[in-house]
Nanobody
Framework: QVQLVESGGGLVQAGGSLRLSCVAS????????MGWFRQAPGKEREFVAA????????LYADSVKGRFTISRDNAKNTVYLQMNSLKPEDTAVYYC?????????????????????WGQGTQVTVSS
């Protein structure tokens, strides 16, 4: 089992920045690829970003490319999502997830069902 706890959400004005953190416990963190997803009210969950076990490979949704950066610190069992130039449409609950396959592939890393463990989410609200 892997337990994931997100933090760092909040209310920010459009154009502002936030950094989300997700701390993992329970298994060897560096064995897992990590992903961030989000879900806005009334909408389906959507992929945001993913990172492989070492941090050497990343994948982003087109909607956040150039604005968001995913990173990880395996010594701290933590994955981060730095969000810059936030827009009202970024408002959602953000979830981190762990994939035991450890690698990032376009064929599966953007799909929620590829992930084995999920956090409880953190709310991000961007005001216009």
């Amino acid at each position: 089992q892997v337990q994931l706890v997100e933090s760092g959400g909040g209310l920010v004005q459009a154009g502002g920045s936030l950094r989300l953190s997700c701390v993992a416990s329970g298994r060897t963190f560096s064995n897992y690829a990590m992903g961030w997803f989000r879900q806005a009210p009334g909408k389906e969950r959507e992929f945001v970003a993913a990172i492989n076990w070492s941090g050497g490979s990343t994948l982003y949704a087109d909607s956040v490319k150039g604005r968001f950066t995913i990173s990880r610190d395996n010594a701290k069992n933590t994955v981060y999502l730095q969000m810059n130039s936030l827009k009202p449409e970024d408002t959602a609950v953000y979830y981190c997830a762990a994939d035991r396959r450890a690698w990032v592939r376009e064929s599966y890393s953007a799909t929620g069902t590829s992930y084995d463990y999920w956090g409880q989410g953190t709310q991000v609200t961007v005001s216009s």
